[in-house]
C-alpha cells in the first residue's frame, strides 16, 4: 500500500454498546488531530445527527475528509448489494435493532468514499497496520468488553464469508461445578454468555472490575477464554490473538496475572497437541497479547478502514 493514503486525513467512528468514539485523523496518538465521545443511548437516528455535525463541524477546521470509516458492534450488515448494508442488524440492544449507521453518513457526505466493519475486524486492521499484528498476515483479534467479538485477517485479508467471524457465540464445555444459566438472549451459555462484562456482573452481583483478586469467578473466566482460544486456534491456525476489551484489563486481579494465567490455561487444554514453538512456555507469551494500540485498536481501526476505502476509491 502505497504512503499516500496512509497519510490521507480521514474521518472514523468506533462505534460502540456504550459510547461512539468519533476521530479525524491520520493514524494513532499524535496522529488524530480532534476526537469526540456521544453515549451510545438508545435513539440510533438521534446519535448519527450529531455525529453528522460533529464532522461537519471538523470539516471545517481540518479540510475536506477524503474518507470515513466505521468500526461497528454488531451483528453488522457488510454486503454491499444487500439493501440494509452498513445496518447493525441482530442485536439485543435496545432500540439498535436494524440501526441504520451508514445511510446517515452517505446522504450527509455522498463524495467521500465510507469504509464499514466489525468492530473487532476494524481493531485487527488498526493492530495490523501499527500495532501487535505488524508484518503478520494471520492472526485474530478478540475483545472481551460488553460484548465478547472475533475479527482478524487470513493471508493479510480481513475474515469476512457469508457475514463476519461470531467468536463469541462459540459454544464451550461446562465447567465443573459452573452451573449459571448464562447470560445470551440467543444462546444462553455460549462464551459472550458465560464470560462478558454484563455476564460476569449477572454471576457475581458485582463489576469485573471491583471483582478480588482470589474471587472464583477470574478462574471460571480464564479457563473459558482459554479453551475459546484453544478453539480459535485449532480452527483458524493464527500466528498470533491479541486479546482486547475492558475484561483483560481484569481489575484489582490485574493484566498481567490474568495474561499469565490464560496462556498457562491455554497450554494446559492444548495439551501439547499442536507442536508449535509459539506455543512453547516461552513462545506463548508472544503468542497470546494485549493490543499495543491499547484502548485505541478500535478508533484506529476505523481510521484504517477510511483509508482502505479511499484506496479502493481511487
Ligand atoms: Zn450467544
Not at 498476515?137 to 482478524?152: E, L, M, P, Q, R
Not at 478462574?219 to 477464554?225: D, F, G, K, S
Not at 486456534?233 to 494465567?261: D, M, N, Q
Request: with cysteine; proline share 7%; glycine share 14%.
Amino acid at each position: 500500500m502505497s504512503g499516500t493514503f496512509q497519510n490521507t486525513t480521514v474521518g472514523a467512528i468506533e462505534a460502540g454498546g456504550t459510547k461512539f468514539i468519533c476521530s479525524v485523523g491520520i493514524g494513532p496518538d499524535a496522529g488524530m488531530l480532534a476526537r469526540a465521545h456521544f453515549p451510545t443511548g438508545d435513539d440510533p437516528v438521534r446519535l448519527m445527527g450529531k455525529v453528522v455535525e460533529w464532522f461537519k463541524a471538523q470539516q471545517k477546521m481540518h479540510g475536506p475528509l477524503a474518507a470515513i470509516g466505521v468500526a461497528s458492534f454488531g451483528p453488522v450488515d457488510l454486503d454491499a448489494q444487500s439493501r440494509t448494508h452498513g445496518f447493525i442488524t441482530t442485536t439485543p440492544k435496545p432500540g439498535w435493532r436494524n440501526a441504520d449507521i451508514l445511510g446517515p453518513l452517505r446522504r450527509a457526505f455522498p463524495r467521500v468514499a465510507l469504509g464499514f466493519d466489525t468492530d473487532v475486524n476494524g481493531a485487527a486492521l488498526g493492530e495490523h497496520r501499527w500495532g501487535a499484528a505488524r508484518g503478520l498476515d494471520d492472526f485474530v483479534y478478540i475483545t472481551v468488553g460488553t460484548g465478547i467479538g472475533g475479527g482478524g485477517m487470513a493471508r493479510g485479508r480481513l475474515l469476512h464469508g457469508l457475514v463476519h467471524p461470531e467468536m463469541g457465540h462459540m459454544g464451550l464445555p461446562r465447567l465443573s461445578g459452573d452451573d449459571f444459566e448464562g447470560a445470551c438472549p440467543f444462546h444462553g451459555r455460549c462464551w459472550e454468555g458465560l464470560c462478558s462484562g454484563p455476564a460476569i456482573a449477572k454471576r457475581t452481583g458485582m463489576p469485573a472490575e471491583d471483582l478480588p483478586p482470589e474471587h472464583p469467578a477470574w478462574e471460571t473466566v480464564i479457563r473459558y477464554a482459554a479453551h475459546a482460544l484453544v478453539n480459535i486456534t485449532c480452527v483458524l491456525s493464527p500466528r498470533r490473538i491479541i486479546v482486547g476489551g475492558s475484561v483483560r484489563k481484569a481489575g484489582r486481579l490485574g493484566e498481567e496475572a490474568f495474561f499469565a494465567r490464560l496462556r498457562a490455561a491455554f497450554r494446559e487444554i492444548m495439551a501439547g497437541y499442536i507442536a508449535s514453538p509459539s506455543l512453547s512456555e516461552t513462545g506463548i507469551a508472544d503468542f497470546i497479547v494485549p493490543p499495543d494500540l491499547g484502548d485505541d485498536a478500535g478508533v484506529c481501526g476505523a481510521i484504517a478502514l477510511a483509508q482502505e476505502a479511499h484506496r479502493e476509491k481511487s
